[in-house]
């Protein structure tokens, strides 16, 4: 007990404890949080789920209220390269050190618990108090949070009426966790709007649309809608993006893909609306934010020459976005996907709607997700994608996966890796470890 656990101990940790899988329900958490003094209690969040683009809006967020001064906490997953990815204050990861210290201190309150007779609180419940424990520790003047899965029983809606409630695009997805019908998968994603609230989302799909409108009515929350349709004066590239919205005219965002400009229209919306809460955000600082954010692994270009592209894309509404960018950016392009999927995606939707758009497509089993979730087998998934196209190879690795998509493209091909986030931080030191052996390190 007495003994300071380091960093890779914190890890060890931490890998001993995913067997405990995932656990909808909000008990464990509370009680975790009430034996590290409520931490939650003393913090002002903005809360954030959606089925797709939760995170490049918390990442949105979050750069505009660490510009205009504010010391803001973020607490995300699922991560791409570091495990202290989940926990930031105003753009700078958690250090090792205070990891190992606040690891310590979830670590005896949760064996305390079990000690009492009660279940060990799963990895997702343990993080999740961390990052409350250690913002209101850090002074945070807000927190802002998305959630694991869903909300009604996701860990993070613990949280007592946040300052936002952000509600971002809503779709299909953890059908059999949330349901099968989009107004229930839809219910579970308002279950985090509490009286007290104020509410921004997305426009949505008319029964999504018409669950947050029933939820907000019953509890009293205002609602805005914000609309990706009002943009204008969009002008999209791989490095930045520009768009017009809400009064600000010419904004840029470091980041490629169209659903980016979506997700930053939201964002718009739920800083206006903490405007109106009385939070100072000078419009030079809301460009300021947006055009320094980063949000790694979405429509992102790791190497150009071929030009390789890694995306988010996981889920079918993912993957029908990722078709919308690749029209968009590549008509055409001659291109090569790299394709991982987890057991729990519509895998035939996400090779429908991307498949007419690849010369070739080079499969690999994606990495096994923090929840469990297998990846399809390699083999298995190529057999599937042969339904939808005739050029398909798998491949033992994801080194070799990159291997033969690099010797597939030629100099002006395009090369995509999508399908699971899981196999991401893996990719991206492949792609970098091959561009430093070619010496290729000049192109970015």
Same mark, same amino acid.
């Given at each position: ?29 509370k009680e975790l949080l009430r034996r590290l003094g409520s *931490? ?29 001064g504010y010391r803001t906490g973020r607490y995300l997953s ?11 204050? =105003?753009?700078?990861?958690? @250090? ?11 670590? =005896? ?9 009660? @279940? ?61 019908? %989009? ?79 979506? =997700? ?31 949000? *790694? ?24 976005? %990722? ?8 008509? =055409? ?43 399809? *087998?390699?083999?298995?998934? @190529? ?27 030629? *100099? ?14 893996? %990719? ?17």
């Open positions: 007990m007495g003994v300071k656990m380091k960093y890779v101990q914190a890890l060890e940790y931490i890998a001993g404890c995913r067997h405990l899988g995932s656990v909808p329900g909000l008990e464990s958490t *931490p939650e209690q003393e913090l002002s969040f903005i809360h954030i789920a959606g089925t797709n683009g939760k995170g490049s809006v918390l990442g949105m967020i979050s750069s505009v209220l660490a510009s205009a699922p991560v791409i390269s570091d495990y202290r990815e989940r926990f930031w204050i =105003n753009g700078k990861m958690m @250090a090792k050190a205070e990891l190992g210290r606040y690891m310590e201190i979830v670590r =005896n309150a949760a064996e305390s618990m079990e000690r009492d007779g009660l @279940a060990h609180p799963t990895v997702f419940e343990m993080e999740t108090a961390l990052g409350f424990l250690w913002f209101r520790d850090k002074k945070c003047d807000l927190a802002v949070v998305e959630t694991g899965m869903g909300g009604l029983l996701d860990a993070t809606n613990v949280i007592p009426a946040p300052l936002l409630c952000v509600l971002t695009s809503i779709s299909m997805d953890h059908m059999a966790a949330l349901g099968g019908s %989009l107004r229930e998968i839809a219910e579970q994603k308002a279950g985090i709007i509490k009286s007290g609230s104020r509410v921004v989302s997305v426009k949505q799909p008319v029964q999504a649309m018409e669950v947050l409108q029933e939820t907000c009515r019953r509890l009293g929350c205002p609602l805005r809608v914000a609309d990706p349709q009002k943009a204008t004066g969009v002008r999209h590239g791989l490095e930045r993006q520009r768009l017009s919205y809400g009064g600000y005219r010419g904004l840029v965002i470091p980041l490629a893909g169209q659903y980016q400009i979506d =997700n930053c229209v939201i964002a718009i919306e739920a800083l206006q609306a903490l405007m109106e809460l009385g939070y100072a955000i000078p419009e030079e600082k809301l460009r300021c934010g947006l055009a320094d954010v980063k949000w *790694p692994g979405r429509f992102q270009v790791i190497r150009k020459n071929p030009l390789f592209v890694v995306d988010g894309a996981h889920n079918a509404d993912g993957a029908a976005r %990722l078709a919308e960018s690749v029209r968009l950016y590549f008509t =055409n392009r001659r291109i090569i996907y790299i394709i991982g999927i987890l057991k729990d995606k519509e895998a035939e939707k996400i090779l429908e709607a991307t498949c007419g758009y690849a010369a070739a497509l080079v499969t690999v089993a994606a990495r096994e997700n923090p929840r469990g979730i297998p990846a399809i *087998p390699a083999i298995a998934l @190529a057999e599937l994608a042969r339904t939808y196209h005739e050029n398909v190879t798998a491949a033992d690795s994801l080194e070799e996966a990159v291997e033969m998509a690099l010797l597939l493209a030629g *100099p002006q091909d395009v090369i995509i890796a999508f399908g699971s986030l899981s196999f991401q931080g893996e %990719l991206l030191k492949i792609v970098q470890d091959d561009r430093i052996r070619r010496g290729d390190t000049h192109d970015r």
